[in-house]
């Protein structure tokens, strides 16, 4: 069985300064780990991904992630907070990375800009 | 740059009424998937579908839900008679393969059912 931790249901931060977003996760195997965006009214679109290659996973808006197999934490990061990074972030894990399983999400952190 | 579509974008339906959600996938994918998201809740895992069966479907995914893929592009979920929980946001994803390297899974931009 596989579950994902999202520790924070709020992040407020300002324009600017550096974002973490932190998730734990468990999991059976070697797990495959996603962040996803949802902006309001919007669908939810990949940020990055680690599929068992580098641990340091860079995505898209600056986003970057890292893998850290002994504290099954996968938390993101951003150098410099933008006003459209203000969204509902997921972390996301599969067990399989074969097989057709669903995702499991985590229950999001919504992030808030402060101008 | 090719996307995964949704229609309708809301559906308002009765209590009882029967409903189809409908999902064009990403035209190569071979993996589909239904989810859903009650308001202010997180995101569940409903169904996936390959090679035109369902391949695993979540404790939510009664009877009542049913899948199919009516032809080459559309695939679509079925509600036969809804109840005032199954108004959400529905999302529908497809995958390219089963390599570990493609399992990315591209949502389409959901469909919200309103059930009253």
């Known amino acids: 069985a596989q579950s994902v931790t999202q520790l924070d249901s709020h992040v407020s931060v300002s324009e600017g300064t550096p974002v973490l977003l932190r998730c734990n996760y468990s999991s059976s195997y070697s797990p495959s780990l996603f962040w996803y965006v949802q902006h309001p009214n919007k669908g939810l679109q990949l940020l990055l991904k680690y599929t068992s290659a580098a641990t340091l996973v860079k995505g898209i808006n600056g986003f970057e992630a890292e893998f850290k197999k002994s504290e099954t934490s996968f938390h993101l990061t951003k150098p410099s907070a933008h006003m459209s990074d203000a969204a509902e972030y997921f972390c996301?894990?599969?067990?399989?990375?074969?097989?057709?399983?669903?995702?499991?999400f985590g229950k999001g952190t919504h992030l808030i800009i402060q101008p | 740059e090719p996307e995964v579509t949704q229609t309708p974008s809301h559906q308002v339906t009765q209590m009882g009424q029967e409903v189809i959600l409908r999902c064009v996938p990403i035209s190569n994918h071979l993996y589909f998937y239904w989810y859903r998201q009650i308001l202010g809740q997180k995101v569940e895992f409903l169904v996936s579908f390959y090679n035109n069966e369902i391949s695993e479907k979540s404790e939510i995914f009664d009877d009542q839900f049913s899948v199919e893929r009516p032809d080459g592009s559309n695939f679509t979920l079925k509600i036969r008679s809804t109840k005032l929980e199954d108004s959400a946001m529905y999302f529908c994803?497809?995958?390219?393969?089963?390599?570990?390297?493609?399992?990315?899974?591209?949502f389409g931009p959901g469909t919200r059912l309103t059930v009253l």
């Open positions: 996301v894990v599969s067990d399989t990375g074969g097989g057709a399983d669903g995702l499991t």
């Open positions: 994803a497809s995958r390219l393969s089963g390599a570990s390297s493609y399992n990315e899974q591209f």
